[in-house]
């Protein structure tokens, strides 16, 4: 049978899935005068609601979601290469005093994170920045905008074949304070990002906590971890799109379409990225086996249904999927070098390096020099593995990086 190569990256490993962390996120921002926030501050007129629920009018909303856009993309800009070579400290504009204390380290971890990618293949050169604003609740001074981020982050000396860009999408839960003055201030950013994966470039999380999650038998040793060593010389192996039943482009198309527009076919998790992952094997053919509420917990099953409670482990858990393919149906197999992947091949990693693996990603590009990676939680598209593996700044200036466990050939 033509299997399919599984990469394993053993600082993403995860077991059964869990709701997904909301975590308050630190933020940053470039102090260019053109986005300056204090250029664009909200007043609320005098005579709004001190207390109790109340709404803002246009004008206000309008005021808010320009901050939010100034805040966001001076936040992306700061991990550019202009922005890494930036050493400012101070706050922008336009935040409280609370915040802009935990900002001055935010960015220094920022222009950090652009200066080492910049080292590593190039970093980014520019960023570009699409707010949708969603609710907006006002209690007495407080507000609250719910928005998604869309971000491309357009990579250096782009080749014939390569993307112009990585992009993700990411949801916030954004505050604001009354000042005295009537003027709203920014007071904290809750992005929703997921810890046990490796969260965008332009967020910061803390350092992680290596607990197991026993979420899988014990199936014994997984092999060594792959290797990342980049060699000199790559080829680039166009897999037979339709080979042992498995049609390997329709895997890859199938992650380049829903990797932010989810398919309304399945019911998305929390940790949602072996889920993802499960799709687009199916799309390209994976069938799914006979699988009942008493055998969900089973490795040996992979099956979906209408509700969790009736879905096996190994659909969603990246543990429990990783068993699956590559030990009970042989529809995958181990790679010793992450480089050895092509479109359509999984990588799998234990983010917090404890021997659990907690995230799954699929390839859908591939260049001479390079791999693109697709996945949700969070939700981006065509991100290098270079950028990944090296990214994830965390207090206090430390940077994660996964065991890539193995390579999968589909």
């Known amino acids: 049978m033509n299997t399919s190569r599984h990469v394993l ?19 940053h921002a470039i102090g260019t005068a053109s986005l300056a926030l204090a250029m664009v501050g909200a007043s609320a007129p005098a005579t709004q609601a001190k207390q109790g629920t109340a709404t803002l009018s246009s004008d206000e909303t309008a005021g808010l979601k320009q901050i939010t856009d100034t805040y966001l993309q001076r936040r992306a800009d700061a991990v550019t290469t202009t922005g890494a070579q930036r050493s400012l400290r101070a706050a922008p504009a336009g935040t409280t005093a609370a915040l802009a204390g935990e900002l001055e380290d935010d960015f220094s971890a920022l222009a950090e994170q652009g200066r080492i990618l910049k080292g590593v293949n190039g970093g980014y ?13 006002v209690e007495g001074d ?16 782009v080749q014939e074949g390569e993307p112009e860009y990585e992009e993700y999408s990411l949801p916030h839960s954004l505050k604001f304070n009354r000042a005295p003055d009537g003027q ?19 967020q910061i999380t803390e350092p992680l906590d290596a607990s197991p999650e026993p979420d899988s038998e014990d199936e ?8 990342t060593d980049q060699p000199i010389q790559m080829a680039v192996e166009e897999k037979t799109v339709v ?6 482009g329709r895997m890859a198309s199938y992650a380049d379409k829903h990797w932010r527009n989810t398919n309304s076919d399945y019911r998305v998790y929390g940790n949602d990225c072996t889920n993802f992952i499960s799709q687009a094997m199916r799309a390209g053919g994976w069938r799914t086996t006979s699988g009942s509420v008493a055998s969900r917990k089973d490795n040996r099953k992979w099956f979906y249904a209408s509700h969790t409670w009736n879905t096996s482990y190994t659909w969603a858990g990246a543990e429990n999927w990783y068993w699956f393919a590559a030990k009970h149906s042989d529809r995958t197999r181990i790679l010793s070098d992450i480089w050895q992947m092509q479109r359509s ?6 983010w917090k390096k404890d021997g659990i693996i907690d995230h799954t990603m699929i390839v859908t590009k591939r260049s001479s020099r390079e791999i693109y990676m697709t996945y949700h939680t969070p939700s981006n598209h065509i991100r290098s593995s270079a950028r990944s593996e090296r990214s994830t700044p965390v207090r206090p200036g430390t940077h994660t990086a996964p065991d890539l466990l193995k390579g999968t050939q589909l």
């Not at 407080?142 to 000396?157: G, K, N, Q, S």
Request: contains cysteine.
């Open 9 to 27: 990256d053993q600082s993403l490993v995860h077991g059964e899935i869990h709701p997904m962390r909301r975590r308050r996120l630190s933020v």
């Open 125 to 137: 050169t520019r960023a570009e920045v699409e707010v949708t604003p969603g609710e907006c609740k």
């Open 142 to 157: 407080t507000a609250t905008l719910e928005v998604i981020e869309d971000t491309r982050l357009y990579y250096p000396d």
């Open 184 to 202: 709203w201030l920014l007071a904290d950013d809750r992005a929703q990002v997921d810890t046990t994966g490796p969260a965008p470039t332009t």
């Open 220 to 227: 014994g040793l997984k092999p060594q971890a792959a290797s």
């Open 243 to 248: 080979a042992a039943g498995y049609n390997y």
């Open 345 to 350: 091949d999984v990588l799998q990693a234990d």
